[in-house]
């Protein structure tokens, strides 16, 4: 959706705006996939945590491109939805992260 939307934002924002919302999108992803690679629970959590700081970029930038008038505020919504959405799984994510680690913590006990 990011990659579809930043076609038509203009070319002089080509390394600027658009390169930046990219790669905060992009960054979602690579940190879910990384954090799914460490052993720990606490790292696990943290990539979970660097995710949702990337997918709040992504909702700032884009406010800021529909401030500067590359979007609408129609073009918000669907993103806005999207990004909620997943901000959930996150939250949900890094809960079970917490709880599996607490569950750890009680039967070393």
């Not at 406010?63 to 901000?87: C, M, T, V, W």
Request: proline share 2%; no cysteine; charged share 25%.
């Amino acid at each position: 959706m990011v990659y579809d939307l930043t076609k038509s934002f203009p070319g002089d924002e080509k390394f600027g705006l658009t390169s930046q919302l990219r790669r905060s999108a992009v960054s979602v992803s690579s940190n879910i996939a990384e954090g799914t690679s460490r052993n720990t629970l606490t790292a696990k959590s943290h990539f979970v945590t660097v995710a949702f700081s990337s997918l709040m970029e992504v909702m700032s930038q884009l406010i800021l491109a529909n401030e500067l008038g590359f979007i609408q505020k129609d073009d918000l919504i669907p993103f806005r939805e999207k990004i909620a959405h997943i901000s959930n799984q996150l939250n949900n994510l890094k809960k079970f992260y917490q709880q599996q680690k607490a569950n750890d913590n009680d039967n070393d006990k």
